[in-house]
């Protein structure tokens, strides 16, 4: 009779258990998977260094503009000595630059003295130019102003893939954390199940045992069950100690506040298609992904886009350096009726270096630079290529695993209740009732290992689709 009480027992506890198991519909204690991931993006602060990137490179392009800023410069000289005025310089110029390296100018001067230079003489009223100065050789289609703007505006592109790269990252590394938590959390809730089972049965021999129907020594094979059962659960409550330590690595809030996940708050459950909708790893969904719009290829691109700039800037400083300036001056600004096409100031500078060594030089590593990037562009595009492979063939290993271990856990589970109902007819022993319950666990344990594998192949899916190593 009292072995028919500790079956009943042992059946009332499995179908306890397994209730427990079936996924509540509302619990405010249950951080969920999505609503996790909403606080990373919103407060962690890598997020928030991500977003100062393209703030930087923003600052950055507004910089090189300035190259383009137009100009007030004005010029004053003044002498005297023992009571004479030796000069009284004043030259003021408005400059204004343009794209093409040409740059428009207008001016006044005024001077007097008794000691000037005639080459600075004016009338009284001062002297009004405006004109143009023109580089015809180095500088007219790209100069080191032009470059820089471009660059800029490269290097803004080249952030908001930098950006993508590292929010990826971190979120990659996010539900890894969140995953690691989920399977603590499923270890520990197995070894509770059955700490809860060999307690049970441990109190049904003991009855037993007491009234006769057992050898005594099954209770110490029974209490020694129950001992290790409860070893196993202590060792599993400190790996979710720490996974949740780790977990609360990510949470953050409102100014930089970090938060301690409550160790009453359990996360969701999952099943092996949970976190297709939150990383986009539905395998299906891999025959429209588009090569060239991964960040990392983007970014590569725009390395590129950056180095051919300098190369041609390197390219122009093989021509020679002619600068063209003409000025027209009149004595009044605004009356045109005066003005005399042959009241001119111009000017021409020529340089050019005999042997261009330096420039030869700067345009050949250009060049390499360049090829070097385009070479790296081409290998990490077949290395990707492989590891999307490479993740869809690990994937659908796993998931095959998964179904075969989830057959051999359901075949465990039979074999123990048999094994429960035989002990409870005195046809079996607390040895091999054990063995039957080691076996399930075993069991139960690679059942979760390879769908934590499983879920961690899907992360490295999304790691390899929108996420590599940051470019410098």
């Known amino acids: 009779m009292i072995r ?26 249950v951080l969920g998977l999505n609503e996790f991931l909403a606080y990373v993006k919103e407060y962690h602060p890598i997020a928030q260094l991500a977003n100062f990137e393209i703030s930087s490179a923003q600052a950055e392009l507004l910089k090189s503009r300035g190259a383009f800023d137009p100009q007030v410069m004005v010029d004053w000289k003044n002498k005297e000595f023992k009571g004479s005025e030796y000069y009284d310089i004043l030259n003021s110029t408005f400059k204004i630059p343009t794209w093409y390296g040409i740059e428009v100018k207008a001016g006044f001067e005024q001077n007097q003295g008794e000691y000037l230079n005639p080459q600075n003489t004016v009338p009284n009223d001062g ?14 289609f790209i100069n080191q102003r032009m470059a820089d703007v471009r660059q800029a505006k490269i ?13 990826n990252q971190l979120l990659s590394d996010a539900v890894l954390a969140y995953l690691d938590w989920y399977l603590a959390s499923r270890e520990v809730s197995l070894f509770s199940d059955f700490v809860g ?21 099954d209770t110490l094979e029974a209490g020694i069950i129950v001992q290790n059962r409860k070893l196993s659960l202590e060792q599993s409550n ?20 970090p938060l301690e ?24 969904q891999l025959e429209n992904f588009v090569l060239e719009e991964h960040p990392k290829i983007k970014a590569l691109d725009f390395k590129i886009d950056r180095l051919e700039v300098e190369r041609r800037l390197k390219a122009e400083m093989l021509k020679p350096q002619l600068d063209l300036e003409y000025n027209f ?53 077949l290395q990707l290529q492989n590891k999307i492979q490479a993740s869809r063939s690990e994937i659908l290993s ?43 666990i075993d069991s139960r344990l690679k059942e979760i290992k390879v769908f934590e594998k499983l879920l961690k192949s899907k992360v490295q899916l999304f790691n390899v689709l929108v996420n590599e190593v940051s470019v410098d």
């Open 329 to 381: 001056i009149n004595e009044r600004v605004g009356q045109f009726e005066n003005f005399n096409t042959n009241d001119y100031k111009a000017g021409l500078f020529f340089k050019l270096p005999l042997f261009l060594r330096k420039e030869r030089g700067n345009l050949k590593l250009a060049k390499i630079k360049v090829n070097e990037a385009q070479l790296d562009l081409d290998y990490e595009s």
């Open 261 to 284: 996940l409550n160790p009453f708050v359990v996360p969701e459950d999952l099943n092996e298609n949970s976190i297709d909708p939150v990383l986009g790893t539905n395998l299906l």
């Open 238 to 257: 400190l790996k979710l100690i720490k996974s949740r330590l780790q977990l609360s690595n990510f949470l953050w809030f409102e100014d930089n506040i």
């Open 197 to 217: 089972r060999a307690e049970i049965r441990f109190e049904g021999i003991k009855q037993s045992a007491l009234a006769g129907d057992i050898p005594t020594i």
């Open 155 to 167: 290097m803004q592109d080249l952030s908001l893939a930098q950006r993508d790269i590292r929010l």
């Open 4 to 29: 028919f009480y500790l079956l009943v027992l042992c059946l009332f506890f499995s179908m306890l258990s397994f209730a427990q198991e079936q996924p509540e519909s509302i619990d405010e204690n």
């Open 398 to 440: 796993y998931q095959r695993q998964l179904t075969t271990f989830q057959s051999i856990v359901t075949d465990y589970a039979s074999l123990l209740r048999g094994e429960e109902r035989k002990f409870s007819f005195g046809e079996s022993s607390v040895f091999l009732l054990n063995s039957r319950e080691v076996s399930l």
């Open 127 to 140: 002297l009004y130019s405006a004109g143009i100065s023109v580089p015809v050789g180095q500088g007219l």
